[in-house]
Nanobody, 121 residues
Framework: QVQLVESGGGLVLAGGSLRLSCAAS????????MGWYRQAPGKQRELVVT???????DYADSVKGRFTISRDNAKNTVYLQMNSLKPEDTAVYYC???????????????WGQGSQVTVSS
């Protein structure tokens, strides 16, 4: 069984910072991309940023220059440092991991429980 456990999040004033963490546990053949998605009330879930096992990143334009993703492959953990937060960043943030359970299995997506981030003006 694969589990993604998130921590961090909370309430912050506009311009402030927050840090999210997500630790993956369980058994798999390969842990590939990890990342963060978010879903605001009444909106679809959207990509925030992903990072491959080699460290290649892909940021949404809306967070470039403000958010930074990092990954500790030894700990199977991904972090999201969020700076200069804006009210429009308010959402539930979900950690994502794309992995193969075995050498012959297809890639599957796994999700964390979600972390509320609220940015007050």
């Amino acid at each position: 069984q694969v589990q993604l456990v998130e921590s961090g999040g909370g309430l912050v004033l506009a311009g402030g910072s927050l840090r999210l963490s997500c630790a993956a546990s369980g058994k798999w053949f390969s842990l590939n991309a990890m990342g963060w998605y978010r879903q605001a009330p009444g909106k679809q879930r959207e990509l925030v940023v992903t990072i491959t096992s080699a460290g290649r990143t892909d940021y949404a334009d809306s967070v470039k220059g403000r958010f930074t993703i990092s990954r500790d492959n030894a700990k199977n953990t991904v972090y999201l440092q969020m700076n200069s937060l804006k009210p429009e960043d308010t959402a539930v943030y979900y950690c994502n991991a794309r992995l193969r359970r075995s050498a012959f299995a297809k890639e599957d997506d796994y999700w964390g429980q979600g972390s509320q981030v609220t940015v007050s003006s």
